[in-house]
């Protein structure tokens, strides 16, 4: 009888433990040169897309930033590769020279 409370505890609780690993991604923010328009978030965000890496991208065009979401949180795209998909798309990765 002691068991049951428990277990039942643990039922409820264990779909909450189970999302909060579900939902950690590997992400991070950066600043592209060149970026000011609709047209240029929708290049830079299909470009990005095209990467087997990247699950997602959020494009915040006032601010010149991009998120790049991972699949895979051990995989990412390195600083050059990146600088080289944004340079064939029309433009650059701020902070790097061009």
């Known amino acids: 009888m002691k068991w049951i409370p428990i277990i039942l505890i643990v039922g409820l609780l264990a779909p ?13 923010w950066v600043k592209v040169k060149g970026m000011v328009c609709e047209v240029c ?3 830079i965000r299909k470009s990005l897309m095209k990467e087997p890496e990247v699950q997602d991208v959020e ?40």
């Not at 189970?18 to 991070?28: M, V």
């Not at 006032?62 to 795209?77: G, R, T």
Request: charged content about 40%; glycine content about 6%.
């Open 16 to 28: 909450f433990s189970l999302n909060t690993h579900a939902e950690e991604k590997s992400s991070e």
């Open 41 to 43: 978030a929708y290049g």
């Open 59 to 98: 494009v915040r065009i006032k601010e010149h930033k991009v998120k790049i979401v991972y699949k895979d949180p051990k995989k990412s795209l390195d600083r050059v590769k990146l600088a080289q998909i944004l340079e064939d798309a029309g433009y650059a990765l701020e902070g790097e020279k061009p």
